[in-house]
């Protein structure tokens, strides 16, 4: 038996139902507030995975505010949660701690569970303000990893509570205690920015990852900031904030060929209570001003360290540190982008490009916003407003689920006769068996989720679906006086 619905001026996107043999599938599922058919809630989408997943599971969240408190249970292993834009998607919510009784800890906008979370182009936000522990993020999975991310909050943004974090070109933002925990967590080439109202950057806790040094002694495996750039907004003063804190014993906070700008304090760490700070590790290596030169580290405090070059390259390469029981998690490659495409051409509506090696598939783009996916290269945009000049670029997908950068631009010209598209309430038909019986004649093409072409009749009353599979389909019919209605239609 045949369904149908109407379709709105994009693409929609449907959710995994289990059952459902999707042609053309690229991303596991989408999540988008606007788009028919696809998750509202990344929670919804979550809780739709399937639990303790051996293969990667690929969820693609288009651009919107979502104003929700999500939770990425332990059981869902294996999942990439890919934003369509760092600008466009954001994550935010306002709990705080004594909000009807809520630790501080309960307090997150975003809870990372799952092991092998891979998490692209999203913003997470506690939007509380200052004043309150207030988490953005409390993560406590193993081999996560956060590739150009914003974590937006005040006192505790960055709850680093268990297990280990890699975190690449992220941003982010706070004022007290902003990235603390105990977990061993990287922070490669971000961004730290202190805001007004604060004094300290980390407090970390009782590292939980410890190795012996071959030297004797305990190397703890705590905070590592590399290549990052320590800055501040418009209003926080010169030498007002310390690099870290130790909330606790056996606590770490390293930084390494970091850039600091002057809002850092000559002494650089404080203490916070009793002699944690004595059982501690504190150092940095190579700091830097904001133009490059050498900070002097002649005040900082005499319990703190300057790592040596021996040190650097023996014990805080990513291979020594984010080392667990003699296992090493290397995790840039899951980080790495394919090339993006090249050649984008179209003819009318017709798009193609140069195929790029290990892509799973492509995100194709309309003027600045995502309108579908295809696992070939090449894809056909029947939903498109004629009347208007229309952009498009495309973008190759990893295995992994990242996006590479767009290709260039390929420009499509306003024509000169917009087809007029009425409403499919208007558009009558009866459907039985495959076979669609329409109430006049109609030149016909059916379309994939994906946009591709699957068949085109001219002038026609009725049609067979026999040869197509269960799935979702575009149906696109042109009458005489050139009305297009265009349906979607799903075949059981």
Known sequence: MIFFRSIIRTIPWIPFLGILSLNAQVFDMLVAQEDEGAYRTIQSAIDRIPDNSGERYLVFIKNGKYQEKVVLPSSKTNVSLIGESLEGVSIEWNDYEGKNGMSGAD????????????????????????????????????RQVFNRCVFDGHQDTYYAHKNRQYNLNCLIRGNTDFIYGDATAVFDSCIVLCLTGGQYITAPADTKLTSQLPEGGTFLHGLLFRLCSITRESGVTDNSYYLGRPWQPDASSVYINCMLDSHIRPEGWSTWSSNNHLSSFFAEYNSMDMVGNPVDTNSRVDWSYQLSDEWVNNYYTLEYFLKKND????????????????????????????????AIGYTIIRNDTTIGFSVS????????????????????????????????????????????????????????????????????????????????????????????????????????????????????
């Open 107 to 142: 307090s997150y906008t975003f809870l990372a569970e799952a092991p092998d979370l891979y998490m692209e182009n999203i913003t997470i936000r506690n939007t509380t303000g200052s004043g309150s522990q207030a988490v953005a993020i409390r993560t406590t999975g193993e």
């Open 327 to 358: 296992v090493i998690w290397d995790p840039v490659p899951v980080t790495m982008a394919l090339a993006a495409p090249e050649d984008l051409t179209g003819e009318l509506f017709n798009l193609s490009w140069t195929g790029v090696a290990e």
């Open 377 to 492: 290269p090449d894809f056909t945009d029947a939903t498109a407003t004629h009347s208007i000049e229309n952009i498009y670029r495309v973008k190759s997908v990893s295995e992994n689920g990242n996006l590479s950068k767009a290709s260039q631009a390929f420009y499509h010209a306003p024509l000169s006769i917009e087809p007029r598209v009425r409403n499919p309430d208007e558009f009558d038909l009866s459907i039985k068996d495959k076979h669609i019986t329409f109430e006049r004649y109609y030149n016909i093409k059916i379309y994939s989720l994906s946009g591709h072409l699957l068949l085109s009749r001219m002038h026609v009353s009725e049609l067979s679906l026999n040869p197509y599979t269960r799935g979702i389909y575009i149906l696109v019919a042109e009458n005489n006086q050139g009305i297009i209605h265009i349906r979607h239609i799903y075949l059981e």
